[in-house]
């Protein structure tokens, strides 16, 4: 049981990360003038959404619990960032900066729970495809922000 309960905290850990995912590009959906760039973050809010989802899921089968929560370094981030955005006007080049600052914090997470031994079968599948899912996201928000300049 302690074994199952850790591997839950490690799932747990990883949901953080996505809610503040979630909560990041809600933000940034929120602030940005261009259209596409709305668009975008508006699809990968419900693709974390759905990772959330799946993490939890996978938390409550290894006897844990469902996580709704942001981290605390996550929400001091937001905060400055919504303070940098009133000086700077909601500049396009400080949200995808901040996107891709995010997306390199959950790259982290995402490593950190791979590195989990525990972390088997569908549930690390899960989280391998999300951990792509996540380069791919950071590649992307990168060539969006070369093509600013």
Do not use: C
Not at 6 to 11: G, K, M, R, S
Not at 20 to 27: H, L, N, Q
Not at 132 to 146: D, V, Y
């Amino acid at each position: 049981m302690t074994e199952n309960l850790n591997l839950a905290d490690t799932l747990n850990e990883l949901a953080l990360f996505v809610n503040d995912r979630i909560a990041g590009y809600k933000t940034a959906a929120h602030e940005t003038q261009d259209p596409q760039n709305r668009t975008y973050y508006q699809q990968l809010v419900q693709q974390s959404e759905q990772f959330a989802q799946a993490l939890n899921g996978f938390a409550r089968a290894a006897g844990g619990k469902a996580e709704g929560d942001t981290t605390l370094k996550g929400k001091f981030y937001r905060g400055f960032m919504d303070a940098k955005a009133l000086v700077t006007g909601h500049d396009e080049k400080s949200i995808l900066g901040s996107n891709i600052y995010g997306e390199e914090w959950a790259l982290k997470a995402y490593n950190e729970a791979l590195a989990d031994a525990r972390l088997t079968g569908p549930a690390r599948q899960a989280v391998e495809r999300q951990h792509q899912a996540s380069q791919e996201t950071l590649r992307k928000l990168q060539q969006l922000k070369g093509l600013e300049g």
